[in-house]
């Protein structure tokens, strides 16, 4: 493996004089910038700084020219020759080209009152800021930052410090901000462009703005501005540090690769994830966006003030903050409910990913810069990392789990960590070994299965990792917390088996508060005990949808055959909690892969649905009442589009007429989406499809955008997918931000299937020139495997993707690729012809 060597050894920056020049950067897209780095020499023969695609006009040490400089393209380095040991000022002229891909430097496009705008935005993490000033680019290098930067005179300069100085130079603004705090470079941000701002002051007295563009309505900015200064109070108090920088700006920007960054004051996002217009935002949408400032937020501390030393540890950045995108929301709006939401979204995520072996653990060795980018597997390090997380919390209790915190972040901040680093916090308060339980869920990939069985008197508990699809042995052990409902049995299973007397008749819950990252398999006796409390409305929402969702992993990996979920789905027909239907969703979307090529069967499945669905289909109907819950609002959309999939010709009927009744954007945000894919799905006008392609084109709200992609996906027809598909690289239709969701949309579909999987073979490298810098690159390859479904389509997989391994941000996506889909495929020939049964039985 090729790996690379850490420059922070040789020169230890203590701060960065930085300015750029924005002013001829619509023209032919140069920014020339200089910086001045002093620092502390740890080398005797040379300095060496990270570089990416950077012209370096002239270089100076100690002010006196050095003309003999290399630049090492490979390793990203300039190597100046410099013989002295201590202090040391380094000064660099240098210029860049801007290109359209969404890291360094690097410009947005919008159309504001019909002219076509830009602005000017960054991206450093993880190792970009070398795109845009030669530095010494690892999280470890942490120094204090005097950013500045010429730009047209009428736009608005954003960095991660206030402005400090600004004045006029010829129809141009030089502008200059306050030195920051010392940082590591990925964290260093700035954006310029014409915006509008909305403001307000903390109770802490921290100034919160919120940015867009003009093209959105005032009112968009306001819900992320009142969340986002409610969570730094929030925050504030939780971890017992004051947020440590007088301001926190939130920018929207109308490009954007990932969700959102978390650059230190200055947090920017993708428009979806901060701008909620009342008039086109869902109540699921709004909580999205609740998350993702918590989320971004919660790094301000965790991540910013104290950082990890280097990628391995990016899961203490990313895990924590994972939970505390939940904690927030949980103590600020009590009535989401987020910790189950925290199960349903983050625990299913972990669980699927994880059971594929060859998958990465939390932690995992980085070598070489680019694997980093295959290192954001968001399933683990975010959605398992926090799950982890949040086991340990529950374990060692939550007034431990604060003061832990407030310890840690007071010991090293504006420092760096390690995860031993929080462990010792965290035990030190909870007077609990945490490292001794942390440790192996960290570093060990996978997850156990725990199989509960009663055996002449005794309760027997075992475990083996689980998995789906092919995979090697495994001797993997876990502690596992086994959290059981009844108080008589053993805390920790960290044993391959372990025996205790059991002779009663209650039920066993194990992971009853499903705060651990494994799942269960009891045997039929206990499994029954459980089912008949699930049938006598015994269980908690949360062991409901744990269940269920149990059930589902274990049919997946071979355990019991996935045709009795139907028979377990029909005990839920009386369901009303959104969150255990979003599981129920899951199974029936699970049941739906077997029957795609068996119309009678896809029937009677249809039929199923519905009549799940009735019950709350009459309660709910199709208009929210006044003061009712947001779960039931949600929830209403779910159910819809249940009613919608068992072709209930009077629910489809109303839709049509409700959306041919309003314009697009004043259609219910709830309904929106099915009543244009239903509609789509019925309908064979072209005119249909051009009209929402305009509207996509032309319309402001990224929800309503999202909406139309879902609904034009939805078609039946081919030719208007080979007409859709060309589009994905028309940047004048679809953002390439926006490239990926389309594309898992029309793959989803069996209609679009194999046109689509085509489309990404034939568009390769296309798909590589604009991607291979991202953290979606992966994402063409990994949803490929999860949606593909048939054997000659693995072989296609095999054949196209198995010469790609050599590329280090792809390897591990296309082994576990293989597996996922020759897992699914096994499980499709194994239990169809059961599914398939059990739908004529119905
Ligand atoms: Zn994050």
Not at 170 to 176: F, H, N, R, S, V
Not at 373 to 388: C, E, P, Q, T
Not at 543 to 550: M, P, S, T
């Amino acid at each position: 493996m090729q790996t690379v060597s850490r420059l922070y050894d040789q020169l230890h920056p203590h701060h960065y004089d930085i300015h750029w020049d924005l002013t001829h950067t619509k023209s032919d897209r140069a920014v020339h910038g200089t910086v001045t780095i002093s620092g502390t020499q740890h080398d005797e023969h040379a300095i060496r700084l990270h570089v990416k695609e950077l012209d370096i006009a002239h270089v100076r040490v100690n002010d006196t020219l050095v003309n003999d400089f290399t630049l090492d393209a490979v390793n990203d380095e300039i190597l100046i020759p410099h013989t002295n040991n201590g202090p040391v000022t380094i000064a660099i002229d240098f210029s860049l080209k801007m290109t359209d891909a969404m890291h360094g430097l690097y410009p947005c496009y919008f159309v504001h009152d019909g002219v076509k705008q830009e602005l000017y935005a960054t991206q450093f993490e993880s190792h970009h800021a070398r795109e845009a000033f030669p530095c010494i680019d690892e999280p470890e290098a942490k120094a204090t930052f005097s950013v500045s930067m010429t730009h047209p005179e009428h736009l608005t300069a954003l960095s991660n410090m206030p402005v400090s100085t600004q004045e006029g130079r010829d129809k141009a603004t030089l502008t200059t901000f306050a030195i920051t705090p010392v940082m590591s470079t990925y964290l260093v941000a700035f954006v310029v462009g014409d915006l509008q701002r909305a403001t307000k002051t903390t109770d802490g007295g921290v100034e919160v703005n919120v940015y867009a563009t003009k093209v959105h309505r005032p009112k968009a900015l306001q819900f992320a501005l009142d969340h986002a200064a409610r969570t730094i109070d929030f925050f504030d108090d939780y971890f017992g540090v004051p947020y440590p920088l007088p301001k926190s700006d939130h920018v929207a920007l109308p490009d954007f690769a990932s969700g959102a960054m978390e650059n230190w004051g200055l947090v920017t996002y993708r428009e979806i994830a901060l701008l909620a217009d009342p008039k086109t935002i869902s109540v699921s949408g709004k909580q999205y966006i609740a998350e993702v400032v918590s989320h971004e937020l919660s790094h301000q501390w965790f991540g910013n003030l104290v950082t990890m030393k280097w990628w391995d540890n990016l899961w203490l950045n990313e895990s924590f903050a994972s939970v505390m995108e939940y904690l927030a929301p949980a103590a600020l709006y009590p009535e989401w409910n987020s910790w189950f939401d925290f199960t349903t979204n983050e625990g299913v995520i972990a669980l699927r990913r994880d059971c594929i072996d060859g998958v990465q653990p939390v932690e995992v060795a980085v070598n070489h810069p680019d694997e980093i980018r295959s290192l954001f597997d968001g399933a683990i390090v975010y959605a398992k990392g926090g799950r982890l997380l949040h086991m340990m919390q529950s374990w060692i209790g939550e007034d431990a789990f604060r003061a832990g915190l407030k310890a840690y972040f007071t010991k090293h901040q504006y420092a760096n960590t390690t995860g031993d680093d929080l462990w010792n916090a965290l035990s030190k308060t909870s007077h609990k070994d945490v490292a001794g339980l942390m440790h192996t869920w960290i570093t060990q990939s996978g997850y156990p299965v725990v199989h509960a069985s009663l055996d002449s008197g005794e309760l027997v508990l075992s475990q083996e990792q689980f998995f789906v699809g092919p995979h090697q042995p495994s001797e993997k052990l876990w502690p596992v917390p086994l959290r059981t409902n009844l108080h008589d049995l053993p805390e920790l299973l960290d044993t391959r088996e372990l025996r205790v007397p059991f002779t009663r008749n209650d039920t066993l819950y194990i992971n009853s508060d499903n705060t651990g990252h494994f799942i269960v398999h009891y045997d039929e006796t206990l499994r029954h005990r459980i089912i008949s409390d699930l049938a006598g409305g015994k269980l908690t929402d949360i062991q409901r949808a744990q269940f269920l969702h149990e059930q589902l992993m274990l049919a997946r990996g071979g355990y019991m055959s996935s045709s009795s979920l139907l028979e377990l789905l029909a005990l839920y027909s009386e369901e009303s909690n959104e969150k255990v239907w979003d599981i129920m969703t899951l199974a029936i979307a699970e049941l739906k892969k077997f029957i795609e090529r068996d119309e009678p069967a896809e029937k009677k499945l249809r039929a199923f649905v519905g009549q799940l669905a009735s019950t709350e289909y009459q309660r709910l109907g199709l208009d929210a009442e006044d003061g009712e819950s947001e779960d039931d609002t949600k929830l209403r959309s779910t159910i819809v589009g249940c009613m919608v999939y068992s072709e209930d010709a009077a629910v489809i009927a109303e839709l049509r007429r409700r959306y041919e009744a309003s314009p697009l954007d004043e259609l219910d945000p709830e309904l929106r989406s099915l009543m244009i894919s239903s509609l789509v799905r019925n309908s064979s006008d072209d005119a249909l499809i051009d009209h929402l392609l305009q509207a996509y084109r032309t319309a402001s709200s990224s929800d309503l955008k999202n909406d139309i992609t879902s609904g034009l996906s939805a078609t039946k027809r081919v030719e208007v997918i080979s007409r859709l598909l060309p589009l994905l690289k028309d940047e004048n239709t679809i953002r390439r931000q926006d490239v990926v969701h389309w594309y898992v949309a029309l793959l989803g579909n069996k209609y679009g299937r194999v046109v689509t999987w085509q489309w990404l073979r034939d568009e390769w490298s296309w798909i590589e020139t604009a991607y291979e810098g991202d953290k979606s690159y992966d994402y063409f390859p990994r949803y490929a495997a999860s949606l593909l479904t048939t054997r000659e389509q693995l072989d296609e997989y095999r054949t196209f993707f198995v010469p790609q391994r050599a590329n280090a941000a792809l390897t591990r996506t296309i082994d576990m690729g293989l597996l996922d889909l020759e897992g699914r495929i096994d499980l499709l020939e194994r239990d169809a012809p059961a599914v398939i049964d059990a739908l004529h039985k119905l």
